[in-house]
């Protein structure tokens, strides 16, 4: 089958004056631009079936807005929902939409998705006669487990390449896995942090080209030292940070894409599943909560900084601001919701060629990423923050470490902000391995399709 592909890519940036979010130390909202956001997307078609890849500069997006470009999408150039893959970078320097559209950004959440859609179909009017090949590089020395930092990191760069017929670049797709927060929460200014800096060094390279970023299985994986608790790092979230990691990031891309051969004859496919999850067990009551919730606001007062404050890193803002991360608020709503029936999680996965792509809308903890492209054999990317957001997704280790910490004692941040991210899952125990394995027997599925 004969490749086709095209690829555009369009700014998404918010106007200056909305409300930032994705940092609970950042209330105020963004003064400029410093680089601006963007939506990329790539269309591949083989003669029968036709995939779209979408990259967004943004921390995430809510069921309403993945349901809306999903059926604009459908109407201006016909790729189905099960087809498309909308993908989040997570940077932490644009509008919070991931879970709820506040009031402010109703008309922005409005505009991106139409923006979206509208850039898969001008991808997929270029499309052309394509050749495509794929390859994985290493990254390694700069990214860390930011529970437990002796824990192994997956450090793979994987790189999907897509050139004309005559060797003309038409995207560069790559992924890895590290939180995109380069950039912390003493900026206003909108900015696709790391990731975007390495877009556009690839595509400075490339010129014509669009470079797409996935998001790996990162949800426990910070940037350079930022382990939970680390004090002395030298890196204080500064634009000089996402710059150079995202300099890193494209050379090492560029570096394996010239050794990368391509073919024209390069099959596609793509399926779906919804994976049903239960909700994280506690071992407290609503109104056991509730009380200890009043008690802590009372005693430690409210956080009203338009930015955190000066020499902040992610690594120690639960330690130095319990008001924020240690108030009661994650034990109130996590009783709150126990009961309720399992969430949904839409999973997916494509092949482009020999290429596997596993894709779930989670913080998909590393070990689970891990997991995935260990087990299934081949050639294979797990994809986090795809589509809508579900939250974070642990393995079952740290669930086991705090399972008889009592209600009073996981409020303290200064012995247990490194579990943050099981804390605050809305998930049970085992609920990331069930995941995982589902992923594992879509991949299986689609390659029974073969």
Same mark, same amino acid.
């Given at each position: 089958?004969?490749?086709?592909?095209?690829?555009?890519?369009?700014?998404?940036?918010?106007?200056?004056?909305?409300?930032?979010?994705?940092?609970?130390?950042?209330?105020?909202?963004?003064?400029?631009?410093?680089?601006?956001?963007?939506?990329?997307?790539?269309?591949?078609?083989?003669?029968?079936?036709?995939?779209?890849?979408?990259?967004?500069?943004?921390?995430?997006?809510?069921?309403?807005?993945?349901?809306?470009?999903?059926?604009?999408?459908?109407?201006?150039?016909?790729?189905?929902?099960?087809?498309?893959?909308?993908?989040?970078?997570?940077?932490?320097?644009?509008?919070?939409?991931?879970?709820?559209?506040?009031?402010?950004?109703?008309?922005?959440?409005?505009?991106?998705?139409?923006?979206?859609?509208?850039?898969?179909?001008?991808?997929?009017?270029?499309?052309?006669?394509?050749?495509?090949?794929?390859?994985?590089?290493?990254?390694?020395? &700069?990214?860390?487990?930011?529970?437990?930092? +002796? !824990?192994?990191?997956?450090?793979? @760069?994987?790189? $999907?390449? %897509?050139?004309?017929?005559?060797?003309?670049?038409?995207?560069?797709?790559?992924?890895?896995?590290?939180?995109?927060?380069?950039?912390?929460?003493?900026?206003?200014?909108?900015?696709?942090?790391?990731?975007?800096?390495?877009?556009?060094?690839?595509?400075?390279?490339?010129?014509?080209?669009?470079?797409?970023?996935?998001?790996?299985?990162?949800?426990?994986?910070?940037?350079?030292?930022?382990?939970?608790?680390?004090?002395?790092?030298?890196?204080?979230?500064?634009?000089?940070?996402?710059?150079?990691?995202?300099?890193?990031?494209?050379?090492?891309?560029?570096?394996?894409?010239?050794?990368?051969?391509?073919?024209?004859?390069?099959?596609?496919?793509?399926?779906?599943?919804?994976?049903?999850?239960?909700?994280?067990? &506690?071992?407290?009551?609503?109104?056991?909560? +509730? !009380?200890?919730?009043?008690?802590? @606001?009372?005693? $430690?007062? %409210?956080?009203?900084?338009?930015?955190?404050?000066?020499?902040?890193?992610?690594?120690?803002?639960?330690?130095?601001?319990?008001?924020?991360?240690?108030?009661?608020?994650?034990?109130?709503?996590?009783?709150?919701?126990?009961?309720?029936?399992?969430?949904?999680?839409?999973?997916?996965?494509?092949?482009?060629?020999?290429?596997?792509?596993?894709?779930?809308?989670?913080?998909?903890?590393?070990?689970?990423?891990?997991?995935?492209?260990?087990?299934?054999?081949?050639?294979?990317?797990?994809?986090?923050?795809?589509?809508?957001?579900?939250?974070?997704?642990?393995?079952?280790?740290?669930?086991?470490?705090?399972?008889?910490?009592?209600?009073?004692?996981?409020?303290?941040?200064?012995?247990?902000?490194?579990?943050?991210?099981?804390?605050?899952?809305?998930?049970?125990?085992?609920?990331?391995?069930?995941?995982?394995?589902?992923?594992?027997?879509?991949?299986?599925?689609?390659?029974?399709?073969?």
């Amino acid at each position: 089958m004969s490749l086709r592909a095209g690829a555009a890519k369009a700014v998404i940036t918010p106007p200056v004056g909305y409300p930032m979010g994705a940092w609970g130390l950042r209330q105020g909202v963004a003064q400029a631009v410093h680089d601006d956001l963007y939506a990329r997307a790539l269309v591949l078609h083989d003669g029968t079936t036709t995939i779209g890849i979408v990259a967004l500069d943004i921390v995430g997006i809510s069921k309403e807005i993945l349901a809306g470009i999903r059926r604009q999408t459908e109407q201006l150039c016909g790729i189905t929902a099960d087809r498309l893959l909308v993908s989040s970078t997570h940077n932490h320097t644009t509008p919070a939409i991931f879970t709820e559209i506040p009031p402010a950004l109703a008309a922005y959440a409005v505009h991106l998705a139409d923006v979206v859609a509208g850039v898969v179909a001008e991808a997929a009017h270029r499309m052309e006669p394509a050749r495509a090949g794929h390859g994985a590089g290493d990254l390694s020395g &700069v990214s860390i487990n930011r529970q437990f930092r +002796e !824990r192994p990191v997956d450090t793979a @760069v994987g790189v $999907l390449r %897509v050139d004309s017929r005559s060797g003309r670049p038409i995207a560069r797709v790559f992924t890895w896995a590290c939180h995109n927060l380069c950039i912390g929460g003493s900026e206003r200014l909108w900015s696709a942090d790391f990731t975007g800096v390495a877009c556009r060094l690839l595509d400075k390279q490339n010129p014509g080209s669009v470079s797409l970023f996935l998001q790996g299985a990162g949800g426990d994986i910070h940037p350079f030292d930022w382990w939970f608790g680390n004090a002395r790092s030298k890196h204080l979230h500064t634009f000089e940070d996402a710059e150079s990691l995202g300099t890193m990031l494209a050379a090492e891309t560029t570096k394996r894409t010239e050794s990368i051969g391509t073919s024209s004859t390069i099959r596609l496919a793509a399926v779906a599943d919804t994976v049903h999850m239960a909700r994280h067990r &506690v071992t407290w009551t609503v109104d056991q909560a +509730e !009380r200890l919730n009043k008690s802590l @606001v009372k005693q $430690l007062g %409210v956080y009203h900084g338009d930015t955190w404050p000066k020499g902040t890193t992610t690594a120690i803002a639960g330690e130095r601001h319990p008001e924020i991360y240690g108030n009661g608020a994650n034990e109130l709503k996590l009783a709150m919701n126990q009961d309720k029936p399992p969430i949904p999680a839409e999973i997916q996965a494509f092949r482009i060629g020999d290429l596997r792509i596993a894709c779930n809308p989670g913080e998909l903890f590393n070990e689970l990423g891990s997991m995935i492209k260990d087990s299934a054999g081949g050639d294979i990317w797990a994809a986090s923050y795809c589509n809508d957001y579900t939250g974070y997704v642990s393995t079952r280790m740290p669930y086991r470490k705090i399972a008889d910490v009592p209600l009073e004692e996981i409020v303290d941040m200064k012995k247990y902000r490194c579990y943050y991210g099981t804390t605050t899952s809305p998930f049970a125990e085992g609920a990331g391995e069930d995941l995982a394995a589902a992923e594992i027997a879509l991949v299986r599925r689609l390659d029974a399709k073969r």
